[in-house]
Each structure stands twice: as C-alpha cells, then as structure tokens.
C-alpha cells in the first residue's frame, strides 16, 4: 500500500491530481466483473463490499491499478501482484456530496476538498455562491463542479453573489452568462425567505429553465413551499436542492414526480434532538466540542420543522423518487449526520449509501464515481463496521483512497491543529 506523503500535491492540477487514466476495462454488475487483472495490481480482498447500486459483496476482492478498479468479484477470484487482507472490514465507495458551498480562493477550496477526503469525501458540487473570480479550474480533476453564480430575486442583505433578475430577459441573460464561465449546473432560488422577498416567479424560472436547457444545462432549485415545487416540475426543472418544507406532499406532487425525472438532494434540517458527538473527537478541539455538545440539545421547533421533511422524504423515497445527497453549507463531516438524519426520516442504510455514492455522483456529473466499479477510479473507503446494521458507522474510518492512493489523515489532521474544522 502506497502512504500519500502530501495530499495538497495531488489537490494541484498542475501536478496531476486525480488525473484521469484511461484503462480499457469492462463494467457491468459486480457479479460480471471478475476478472484477472494485470500483475502489477493491488488486490483487497476479504472485506464486505457494498458496491454503491445497491449490491452487496460479503467476502469481497477488487483490484486497483493505475488509480482505478480493474477487477471486482468474491474473494478468491481476482488475482494481483500484491494482496492487501481487509477481513473484517467493510468497504464503501467514497462519498459524494452534490450540494456545498465553497471557499472562494484557490488555497480555500483546496483545504475544503482536503478536509472532505479526511473524512471519506471525494467530490463535491459547489451550488450558485462561486463568484467571478472563483477557482473554476480546479475541476480539471474531476472532483470540484461548480453552478457558478445561482439567480434570484432581488434578496438584499443576504448575499450579492447571485444574479438578481426581475424580467425575463435578465433571467435568461444570467444563464448565458454562467453557461459562458462553463458551469455545470444552473443554480435558482425559489423561496421568499420567511416572507422577506418576492420569491422568483414561475414566469423567471420557467424562462431560466428553458434557457438552460436550450444551452445543455440542467437547473438544480433551492425550494421551500410544495406550491413551488409543483410549478418547477412542470417547467422541467432537473434538480430539488432541497426539500419541501412548508407542508406535507400531496397526491398531485406524487403525479408530477412519476410524470418527470426530477431528482431530489433533500438536505434534511437539524432534528432538534440530543446528538452524539465524540466521533469528531481529534478532529475538533476540545473547545469546538465542548461547544457543540452545550447545543445539541432538545429543541420542539427544531424537531417539528425536522418531522415534515422527513415524512416528505420517506414518502417520495417509497414511491420511486430518486434520492441524491448533499449537504449545503461548507462543513466537511456533515456527510456523516445528513445519512443519519436520512435513516432517521424512515430510509433504509443501504438506500442512503446509494443515494450517498452512485446516485449523487449521477445528479451532479461526476462520472467514473460512485460505485466500487470496473473502469471507475478507486475511491473507497474502509470502516471498521457495516454501516448497514447502523448508519453511523460510516463515521469509524479505518482508511480512505482517492484514486488508489491511501490519504494520510493523521499528517492532515496534524497540520489543522489549531486551526477552525469549517
């Protein structure tokens, strides 16, 4: 095994990090991919495999070489040069979170991705707040996509870097400005903000919407009211970057999720309740601890606001509708309490790890991701317990790797000391 001596060289695109490597390789369900690599690949075998789609290998092999899987089968069916032994460990694909917000520097984003990959993290999508400026080009790796600037109403006070449009022409000038700085995404808001501002009619996001579809763009939405949702599906949106939040769904909204492909990245509310906290021990200091376990405690608001959603995304979950993960805000372990919180609103373990791996790398666009696949890049992570028995052992991380390499999370975690974990 291979130690990563310094992460931040692989972070630069101009040393190569997470270079893409084509390696001729078939693909297909785990079950068709046992094959016998080249010698020079490096075999982990023994380990409970939960692929990412929703299968499940109990005593697992897969190869990695060159950065990617070239193998995956049952023990004993994929040889290599070199054998790693992961008995007793369980392994999952790296995790992607396709709703953050990040810093706006160069340095700052590469600390972000950094402290991502510390805790299992190998991609995220930064929604609609990377203003001119931004560090676009890091995406060359593949593990940074961007909206670019998101479009609004006018919303003072809150932030200048989306577009604010008023006519229907500036909404669709806006999208064509961001289409030009090449984004991946468009980014709208549709929320009055607690009754502070006109939220975005369905005549400016209908407008937005068709132009980004006019120019190859999907359109992720930031949502509040069931009424809005309604109305964004029948204008062709891509994306919930949230979910609903006023009231319970309603029969009409499950039509119009069956009739479309909308996708929803719920981003579930805090649910108010007492929270454990140690596992982050090491990693925040003693004050940042001692300072989130004096809050997490019972709070009935929080706790109602919480119930609605989570009765909306168990509901939309059972009948059919695609589930993604994101997180929003810019905190590198939330990951590990929005899959805990997704349990918690009734979905099983297993259906948060896919929705957590292949399903958010499909909404947001990372290809080759998601899944512990032959021909994808080797991003897994390895814990020391099944995460399906309880969600939260995605938090007991043995190791993780990021295109075959195994990230040095002790040297990481040196260099923060001292240091604000967000």
């Known amino acids: 095994m291979k130690e990563t001596r310094n992460l931040r060289q692989y972070l630069n695109p101009s040393v190569g990090f997470f270079l893409l ?46 950065g990617r899987i070239v193998g995956v089968g049952a023990s004993g069916e994929i040889t290599g040069a070199t054998t790693v032994n992961l008995s007793g460990m369980t392994v999952i694909p790296a995790i992607i979170d396709a709703h953050v917000h990040l810093g706006q520097t160069r340095e700052a984003v590469l600390e972000d991705l950094e402290r991502r990959a510390y805790h299992g993290i190998g991609a995220a999508m930064s929604l609609g707040l990377d203003a001119e400026g931004a560090p676009l080009d890091l995406r060359a790796d593949g593990r940074y996509l961007s909206a670019g600037r998101g479009i609004t109403t006018p919303e003072e006070g809150r932030s200048e870097v989306p577009h604010w449009v008023t006519t229907e022409e500036e909404a669709r000038q806006a999208v064509r400005d961001e289409a030009a700085r090449n984004v991946d995404i468009i980014k709208i808001w549709v929320d009055d903000r607690g009754g502070q501002y006109e939220r975005m009619t369905p005549e400016l996001y209908g407008a937005v919407i068709d132009e980004a579809h006019k120019n190859d763009l ?78 997490a405690t019972a709070n009935p608001e929080a706790q109602e606001r919480f119930g609605i959603q989570a009765r909306n995304l168990a509901r939309l979950s059972a009948e059919g509708m695609t589930i993604a993960f994101g997180t929003d805000g810019n905190n590198p372990w939330a990951p590990h309490v929005e899959m805990e919180d997704m349990v918690a609103s009734g979905m099983s373990p297993g259906d948060v790890l896919v929705a957590a791996t292949r399903n958010a790398a499909e909404v947001a666009g990372f290809t080759e991701m998601g899944t512990i696949a032959s021909g994808n890049r080797a991003d897994f992570v390895v814990l ?39």
């Open 21 to 66: 490597i084509a390696i001729a390789a078939c693909s297909g369900p785990a079950s068709e991919q046992a094959s016998a690599p080249a010698s020079t690949a490096t075999v982990y075998e023994g380990a409970r495999l939960i692929v990412g789609d929703g299968q499940v290998i109990d005593n697992a092999a897969f190869a990695v070489e060159d």
């Open 218 to 295: 999907r359109v992720t939405a930031h949502i509040f009211k069931l009424e809005d949702a309604k109305g964004l599906i029948r204008a062709g949106v891509d994306v919930f970057a949230h979910g609903i939040r006023d009231q319970d769904v309603d029969d009409e909204l499950l039509a119009l999720v069956k009739e479309s492909n909308v996708v929803l990245v719920p981003n579930m509310p805090g649910r108010g309740v007492p929270t454990e906290l140690d596992w982050l021990s090491g990693y925040l200091s003693d004050e940042e601890l001692t300072e989130m376990k004096a809050s």
């Open 384 to 422: 020391e317990a099944n995460p399906l028995d309880d969600i939260t052992n995605t938090r007991r991380i043995a190791d993780v790797y990021l295109d075959g390499e195994k990230i040095d999370r002790a040297a990481l975690r040196a260099g923060w000391a001292g240091q604000s974990s967000n």
